[in-house]
């Protein structure tokens, strides 16, 4: 398993980060990875609903099945993703908190390969790519939020 951390401080309320974050029509705004978005892209994914998401990570394309699992507005959403028949796949969580004058948003990606030598270079090649593009993420973020 390899986890992957990153977190910005927005200066909107929490409502508004969560409402934004948590509806996946707007993840090709702001996410460099996500390519294209289908299913419940129109509004906060709420438990059980799918989300089709074509993505480029670190170089490598592809779909991943992600389900809503958890949602605690405006503070916490959680999905699970699959990655075709490949048996890769992830949990991404949010975790926002209020702060006198914004939010405090966290973003954790956690994501595993079914086959070993993806696991080897992971170590070498991906992870460091799929780092970069999540602060990349973080901050395109906040640049959009905080631009109104």
């Known amino acids: 398993m390899t986890r992957i951390y990153s977190a910005a401080h927005i200066q909107?309320?929490?409502?508004?980060?969560?409402?934004?974050?948590?509806?996946?029509?707007?993840?090709?705004?702001?996410h460099p990875s996500s390519l294209g978005i289908t299913g419940a892209i129109?509004?906060?994914g709420l438990p059980g609903e799918q989300i089709a998401e074509k993505f480029l990570v670190a170089g490598r394309r592809g779909e991943a099945?992600?389900?809503?699992?958890?949602?605690q507005p405006p503070t916490r959403w959680?999905?699970?993703?699959?990655?075709?028949?490949?048996?890769?796949?992830?949990?991404?969580?949010?975790?926002?908190?209020?702060?006198?004058?914004g939010t405090h948003f966290e973003r954790e990606f956690v994501y595993h390969f079914g086959n070993p030598l993806f696991t080897l270079l992971d170590t070498l090649l991906v992870r460091p790519r799929v780092q970069a593009e999540s602060a990349e993420a973080m901050r395109r973020l906040k640049l959009l939020l905080e631009a109104g």
Do not use: C, M, Q
Request: glycine fraction near 14%; aromatic fraction near 12%.
């Open 12 to 30: 909107r309320p929490i409502h508004e980060v969560f409402d934004f974050v948590t509806t996946a029509g707007n993840w090709p705004r702001w």
């Open 42 to 44: 129109d509004h906060s």
């Open 65 to 71: 099945i992600w389900t809503v699992r958890e949602r």
């Open 78 to 101: 959680v999905i699970e993703g699959k990655v075709g028949g490949s048996g890769s796949g992830g949990t991404i969580t949010y975790t926002l908190t209020p702060e006198s004058d």
